[in-house]
Every structure is written in C-alpha cells, then in structure tokens.
C-alpha cells in the first residue's frame, strides 16, 4: 500500500532563516506530487505541483521554491522565512484521487 | 483565488442525526470533486469523490450528490456519530489530468452526543 510522510511535524524558524520541509510517498513510482498551504481556519491553497523529476510548476508567486531530487521526494525550501511564512503545510500525491500527508506546522517568529 | 465556497460555515447536529454539507463551485468545465474530512492537526483524509457524469454518489454512510445546473456539490452524512466531528472541505478539480485542486473554506461539523 502507498503511504506518505512528512517531516518535520512541527517547526518554529526565526524569521529570515532558511527551511526545508521534506515529502516522501512509498509504494508508488513517478506519482504527480502537491505542496499546499492551509492559513489557520481556511481551505488549502495549491502551492507548487510535480509531475516528475525536476518538473515544478508554481501556482502563486511567494517565497518559496520546491524541488523534486527524487522520484518520490518533494521538497518545499525558502532561503529567508517571513512572518507570512506560517501555517500549515501540506504535500500530496495523486493516485486513483489525491491523497494527503500528515502535515508541517510551521510557525515563523 | 478560490473558486469553491460553502454555504455554512458551521454546522451543529446531534448523534444520530443527518447531517447535509454544502458547497458551490464557480468553474463550470470542473470535471471531478472530492469531500475531504480535517481532524485538528491533522491533513485532510478522503471521504468521497464524484465524477461529472454523475450526480449521485454513495459510500459507507455517505452520499455526494452533484448539480450541475447550479453548481452545488453536497455530502450527506447519515446517522451522524462524534467521530464525524470535523472541517469539511470540497476540492474541484479545473486542472485536467494534473489535479490541481481548488478548495473551499470548510464547514466545522460537530456532533453533541
């Protein structure tokens, strides 16, 4: 069975320092892979989607970049947080629907 | 910005009750909805999904039916328990083969024992 991870599950980063968050999916090859952000108390805004390799697609300007190294790792980076930085981050894969993974809180102070 | 939004944005039931969710979306040539459920902290868990070419779909519990005359999507969830309690959320997929999906604001959805 497919399974996906995210780590870490919490973080707190000052602001102006980088962050690296990490997105694996097991038990599939080649799925097309979602980064999201959901504000406290509102719907998930697509950030970034993959659909292999070194292909992103971003689908709002921000400060955030994502990368895709691996088949099945996605990874969401910023070289300077800001305060509009926090929230919830979400990755996701598609395979017969879409399926989330548990989550990154991030809070930038 | 989005596309998707609910009608209600809190919804209070007892157990045992039906309860009805719904949600209006904009774009017309969006061909694939989904009910997701949000426990706090946790990432959005599937519930259901409905095609275009349906407009009615039923599962364990839970019904999602589809008008597209209006553009409403709605989830039904019969004899609601306590472990139902949560954000519910509606995805529509304008995005083709790539998924990409829009969300509503979600509904919270308690159940008072």
């Known amino acids: 069975s497919q399974t996906i991870h995210q780590w870490p599950a919490t973080l707190v980063q000052p602001v102006g320092s980088p962050l690296s968050l990490e997105c694996t999916v097991e038990g599939t090859s080649n799925p097309n892979l979602y980064w999201y952000r959901q504000a406290a108390g509102r719907g998930l805004q697509l950030l970034f989607y993959s659909v292999g390799i070194g292909q992103i697609s971003s689908e709002v300007p921000q400060n955030l970049s994502a990368s895709r190294p691996q088949d099945r790792q996605f990874i969401l980076s910023s070289k300077k947080l800001l305060l509009s930085d926090s929230g919830f981050y979400l990755c996701?894969?598609?395979?017969?629907?879409?399926?989330f993974g548990p989550g990154t809180r991030l809070l930038v102070l | 910005g989005e596309s998707v939004g609910l009608h209600l944005p809190t919804l209070s039931v007892q157990e045992g009750d039906n309860s009805i969710i719904n949600c209006a979306y904009s774009?017309?040539?969006?061909?694939?909805f989904i009910w997701y459920k949000q426990e706090s902290g946790k990432g959005p868990q599937f519930i259901i999904d409905i095609r275009s070419n349906m407009d009615k779909r039923q599962g364990q519990r839970v019904t999602v039916l589809l008008n597209k005359t209006v553009k409403h999507l709605s989830l039904q969830i019969a004899a609601t328990q306590p472990g139902d309690s949560a954000v519910y959320f509606c995805a529509e997929n304008s995005g083709g083969s790539n998924y990409k999906l829009t969300f509503g604001k979600g509904t919270l959805l308690t159940v008072n024992p």
């Open positions: 774009n017309s040539a969006s061909d694939y």
């Open positions: 996701a894969w598609r395979g017969e629907t879409q399926y």
